[in-house]
T-cell receptor, first 115, second 115 residues
Framework: DQQVKQNSPSLSVQEGRISILNCDYT??????FLWYKKYPAEGPTFLIS?????DKNEDGRFTVFLNKSAKHLSLHIVPSQPGDSAVYFC??????????????FGTGTRLTIIP | ETGVTQSPTHLIKTRGQQVTLRCSSQ?????VSWYQQALGQGPQFIFQ???????GRGNFPPRFSGLQFPNYSSELNVNALELDDSALYLC??????????????FGPGTRLTVL
């Protein structure tokens, strides 16, 4: 049961344009969402997050949008740069009654920025 | 300040064998989580340790077990290896239990191949 889905395995975008990566989730308990970036031979690196009480969070070139009613979030990168080429993972979590939480990841989208 | 390190980098085992993977947390971090990333998939949560106690577990059988030591380093042990255990195993540390995912840092992973 894939609770976090990234339906686009790959995406190619021209340098300088906007990259939009999408993510859908099914579990209504999720209340915190994160995006990670992963280069080959490295672990995922935290990029940006959003709490379910917000619908938008910005950090420089990166903006995450959350649509709770549609259970959908997206990551916008603008302008896209060659160094943004990587695999991007969407992840979601909720805090359990025991005070712990675990990340549930999507399958990832490979973003390629074309110079 | 050193980051999260994992050893070994690569490992080849045969079916039925046992394996131990190691992780050193980032300095000052007392929480360690382990993830399994199969080829083409996102990381899947195995379990988390907080101050040497297991603090949450994903859908993995008991032959996956772990330890956290007083210096907060950690081990993942897998008994009776199966072919499907072939994956990248990621360790992540964070400065506390509870909600601290945006402060969680991943190691580069150990690539396990089971023949």
């Amino acid at each position: 049961d894939q609770q976090v889905k990234q339906n686009s395995p790959s995406l190619s975008v021209q340098e300088g344009r906007i990259s939009i990566l999408n993510c859908d989730y099914t579990n209504s308990m999720f209340d915190y969402f994160l995006w990670y970036k992963k280069y080959p031979a490295e672990g995922p690196t935290f990029l940006i997050s959003i709490s379910s009480i917000k619908d938008k969070n910005e950090d420089g070139r990166f903006t995450v949008f959350l649509n709770k009613s549609a259970k959908h979030l997206s990551l916008h990168i603008v302008p896209s740069q060659p160094g943004d080429s990587a695999v991007y993972f969407c992840a979601a979590s909720f805090l359990s009654n025991f005070g712990n939480e675990k990340l549930t990841f999507g399958t990832g989208t490979r973003l390629t920025i074309i110079p | 300040e050193t980051g999260v390190t994992q050893s070994p980098t690569h490992l080849i085992k045969t079916r039925g064998q046992q394996v131990t993977l190691r992780c050193s947390s980032q300095s000052g971090h007392n929480t360690v989580s382990w993830y399994q990333q199969a080829l083409g998939q996102g990381p899947q949560f195995i379990f988390q340790y907080y101050r040497e106690e297991e603090n949450g577990r994903g859908n993995f059988p008991p032959r996956f077990s772990g330890l956290q030591f007083p210096n907060y380093s950690s081990e993942l042990n897998v008994n009776a290896l199966e072919l499907d255990d072939s994956a990248l195993y990621l360790c992540a540390s964070s400065p506390r239990g509870g909600r601290a995912l945006n402060e969680q840092f991943f190691g580069p992973g150990t690539r396990l191949t089971v023949l």
